[in-house]
């Protein structure tokens, strides 16, 4: 549980050439042993020992060139090995044989056990829970892996790369050879064994090469792999296209498991996918799924240049491959779909998950330069703030010079380890910019402020644009310098038109994007002919809280009228936040909160805007989530009185509007058979986004059970759901219907965890109560950790009256799932805990509470580094 820094790095003393692997499997004592070829880095000293890394590993033996170790040459310990006296300069071979347990592997990290399935998950540092090996990302070296195992139980036997045969064995058991002739860091390692179903196709490449395509799902649920081959060859197909990216093995393979940590491994040619972002099927999945499904598939086959090949010296350099890989399945979801909704859900994912991270005691540089626990740092600020970095980096250069550095990046670097340092060089060396400023994105953490005030001279035609920007402190780091924000920006006039920003002076404009460089910026356009309203940050071109005083009339002119869709989502969204606001204040002091008529009209006319598409419309009637609110109001947050005062407002707006949403209600039912395309589920969207204002107008649940009854696909019927559970949750039809939709899914897991899910997000302070019964419930499982993200997991993240309780008691609950888990699944225990990251945020009695239940977790006699690295960063 030391912490690293990043100024430490040196390179291995000795490198690897060559690494070749058998595994006899056994679900208790799989042998392992690993052949590793070295030699001696050039210029390292000759006694330097070769130290590799182990994590609660068992040596059964080891062997230097096929010779045994004199006890005196080496050390070892479950999670080191030393080895002494190696020669100067020639190659040398080091055998280990390990054993290991994979059905006693409940952290699932290295080689483990799914539902008879042997599956490894190496990153980051699995791998040394497989053999005591060189466990970082900058060895690179090539494999060959035998795998051995029972026949009859394990018929499928994979691994990375080209399979090179396999044979029975006599004995009931075979094996299998498999060889990756691309060098690769041990992280993206992969083995499966066992009995699975497969759906295959082809792809053929940009230049003609025929590539295998397989996905394994358990026996029976190959039909439910349909859209998941679907969604990659697409993916194929697009970065061929869009990035100039082909593909470079003859197979491709996909397996998906059901316990898994993360929702997807990159694994080179064989991921492994966490079955949630695989399986789909009408009566199973969500149009939500679907969208998941198809950006997860994208995302982990295009880690397979940004990432395998191309790979991170160290694991600071995490958002080098995963900033970066986001990035480029976000462009993909946005072409496959409509890219201003897409734009809507990013931003909106990044301000609830991203922004409060960034303002909390977990806050950390997209690139960090310090940590104990690197699994800790998968977090929303390396994925989502570091996809954010690479737009901008997108809008500072402009498409050409940014396409022409990624070329630069990928000619210059395949098959390195390299860091952030040496991505940004190929932008600065084909655009001629010094990105040093544009750099401090990686470098400083926190989301900027940016205070903007405007002044219109209508004699002169002149209208003024003053900026300034500050960067919060955040741990760590308690000052900043300004950076470089690109801000695109309209200036709508009166006649509808937009002003030509060509003739500004006081900061770089190029097209519509203003440079804000300084921390302090006045920027003056001339010849603007009548009083402009100011759209700023369009389409969100940089990741930052804005300030500026807008009258809810130019707020509501820019929903109307503005060329950026995105703007008017905004634009809606800024009128919402203040009414949200003040009926938080108005329902702390036990009062019924109005809402203001600007919004109502703004809103109801984006709602009966037929050339607006649908899933934009359901999209600006979602207000903002009681989390956004919180987050605006910054400090002394009653997560009790936002609620009741986001429902106040919504029951306005639907009284208002409930002939509108009567109509949608009957307009946007989809015909014929369920298609999980874009349009149908906007369609979906706006007709369940109706739906859920009319049961407000109407404060009875008979339209949602309706629906429920009616429903032919899992959208429909889990909306119905969560309106009947959320709304009417004593009512005797919901406990009925939640029963009904139990019996009919019972055993389709997925299913079962939105089961879980829609009564875990029941709001109020009965819900801890909901959330220990189902606890008890047999479909409950402790150990599944999507079942455990289902309940516990979105009780403490998206449950903000039902977890944190006035008396302190949804903050114990979780302290305790914490202790519990923990030993078990250190990973899954500290990713929840980091529900609490906004604790200090709440008001004073909450806060105590949430201070203790942080340091009885704290105080416990053994926690793993996992949990302590998070809760010592939450309680400094
Ligand atoms: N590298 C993995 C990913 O794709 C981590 N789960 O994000
Ligand atoms: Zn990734």
């Not at 014929?672 to 979906?684: H, I, Q, T, V």
Request: charge should be negative.
């Amino acid at each position: 549980g030391e912490i690293i820094h990043l100024e430490d790095y040196r390179p291995t003393d000795f490198v690897l050439e060559r690494v070749d692997l058998t595994f006899e499997l056994d679900p208790r004592e799989t042998k392992v042993e690993a052949r590793l070829i070295f030699h001696r880095r050039e210029g390292v000293s000759p006694d330097a020992p070769l130290i590799l890394d182990g994590d609660e590993l068992k040596m059964t033996g080891l062997l230097f060139d096929q010779e045994e170790i004199l006890a005196a040459n080496y050390d070892v310990a479950d999670d080191s090995l030393t080895i002494r006296n190696l020669p100067a300069t020639a190659p040398f071979e080091i055998t280990i044989t390990t054993e290991l347990n994979p059905e006693a592997n409940t952290k699932l990290m290295g080689l483990y056990r799914t539902s008879h399935v042997y599956c490894t998950q190496c990153e980051a540092e699995g791998f040394r829970r497989i053999t005591y090996f060189p466990d970082r990302p900058d060895v690179l070296a090539v494999y060959t892996v035998n795998i051995i195992a029972d026949k009859q139980t394990a018929p499928l036997l994979l691994a990375n790369g080209n399979y090179l045969g396999g044979a029975s064995m006599g004995d009931g058991r075979h094996f299998a050879a498999w060889f990756d002739p691309h060098p690769k860091p041990s992280y993206l390692f992969a083995l499966v064994a066992g009995d699975l179903g497969v759906v295959e196709d082809t792809f053929t490449t940009m230049s003609g090469r025929d590539v295998a395509l397989k996905i394994y799902v358990e026996h029976g649920k190959e039909p439910r792999a349909a859209y998941a081959m679907d969604a990659l060859k697409r993916s194929m197909k697009w970065d061929e296209e869009v990035f100039g990216r082909e593909y470079d093995l003859d197979i491709f393979m996909i397996v998906a498991v059901s316990d898994f940590n993360m929702g997807a491994m990159e694994n080179k040619g064989l991921n492994v996918f966490n079955d949630k972002y695989v399986l789909a099927h009408p009566e199973t999945a969500t149009d939500a799924d679907y969208a998941n499904i198809e950006a997860i598939i994208a995302h982990e086959y295009f880690h397979n240049w940004t990432g395998n090949r191309i790979t991170c010296r160290d694991w600071f350099q995490l958002c080098l491959k995963e900033g970066l890989t986001v990035y480029r399945d976000h462009e993909f979801s946005a072409d496959q779909r409509s890219r201003t909704v897409k734009r809507v859900a990013e931003v909106r994912h990044l301000k609830a998950e991203q922004f409060p991270e960034d303002a909390g005691p977990l806050a950390h540089p997209v690139r960090p330069t310090k940590y104990r626990e690197i699994n800790n740092f998968y977090t929303t600020t390396v994925y989502e703030k570091g996809s954010e970095v690479t737009r901008m980096l997108a809008t500072v250069l402009g498409a050409d010079l940014f396409k022409k550095g990624m070329d630069l990046y990928f000619d210059r670097h395949d098959g390195q380890a390299v860091t952030i340092e040496d991505f940004v060089a190929c932008f600065a060396e084909v655009s001629k910019r010094d990105m040093t400023q544009f750099s401090l994105w990686y470098h400083q953490a926190g989301t900027p402020l940016v205070t903007a005030s405007t002044a219109y001279d209508a004699a002169k035609q002149i209208f003024t644009l003053s900026l300034e920007q500050m960067v919060p402190p955040t741990p760590g780091q308690s000052t900043k310098e300004p950076m470089h924000i690109p801000l695109r920006l309209g200036l709508l006039l009166e006649d509808g038109s937009e002003a030509v920003l060509s003739s500004a002076t006081g900061a770089e404009v190029t097209g519509d994007v203003i440079h804000l460089v300084e921390r302090k910026q006045t920027v003056t356009f001339t010849g603007i002919v009548s009083r402009p309203v100011l759209s700023l940050n369009r389409g969100f071109s940089a990741p930052i809280n804005l300030h500026f005083e807008q009258t809810p009339a130019d707020r509501a002119h820019i929903a109307r009228h503005e060329s950026d869709l995105f703007a008017r989502w905004q634009a809606l969204n800024d009128l919402a936040l203040p009414n949200l606001v003040a009926a938080t204040a108005i329902a702390r002091e036990g009062a019924k909160a109005e809402c203001d008529r600007a919004l109502i009209d703004a809103l109801l006319a984006a709602a009966a805007d037929a050339r607006l598409e649908p899933a934009f419309r359901a999209q600006a009637l979602a207000l903002p989530s009681e989390a956004d609110v919180a987050r605006e109001i910054g400090s002394n947050n009653n997560p009790d009185a936002i609620h009741a005062g986001r429902q106040d407002i919504m029951t306005a707006i639907a009284k208002a509007g409930r002939d509108i949403f009567s109509t949608l209600a009957d307009e946007m039912v989809v015909d014929g058979p369920f298609s999980p395309d874009a349009a149908s589920a906007g369609r979906r969207a706006l007709r369940n986004t109706a739906l859920s204002y009319l049961v407000y107008a109407e404060n009875q649940p008979d339209r949602a059970l309706d629906a429920f009854k009616s429903a032919n696909n899992m959208t429909d019927l889990s909306q119905a759901l969560t309106i009947l559970a959320h709304r009417f949750p004593d009512d005797r039809k919901t406990v009925e219907a939640l029963s009904a939709f139990k019996a009919r899914f019972g055993d389709n897991a997925l299913v079962i965890d939105k089961w879980f899910t829609i009564q875990a997000t029941i709001p109020g302070a009965d819900a801890l109560g909901r959330v220990r019964t189902l606890m008890a419930d047999p479909l409950f499982n402790s150990t599944n950790p999507n079942r455990v993200r289902a309940l516990v997991g979105t009780f403490a993240f998206s449950n903000p009256t039902g977890f944190n309780r006035a008396d302190g008691e949804g903050y114990r609950f979780l302290a305790r799932q914490i202790l519990d888990i923990d030993p078990r699944n250190p990973q899954l225990a500290a990713r929840i805990l980091t529900s609490m990251r906004s604790w200090r945020s709440l008001e004073d009695v909450r806060a105590e509470h949430a201070r203790n239940a942080l340091r009885e977790i704290a105080a416990a006699p053994k926690l793993s580094v996992d949990v302590s690295d998070i809760v010592e960063r939450m309680l400094k």
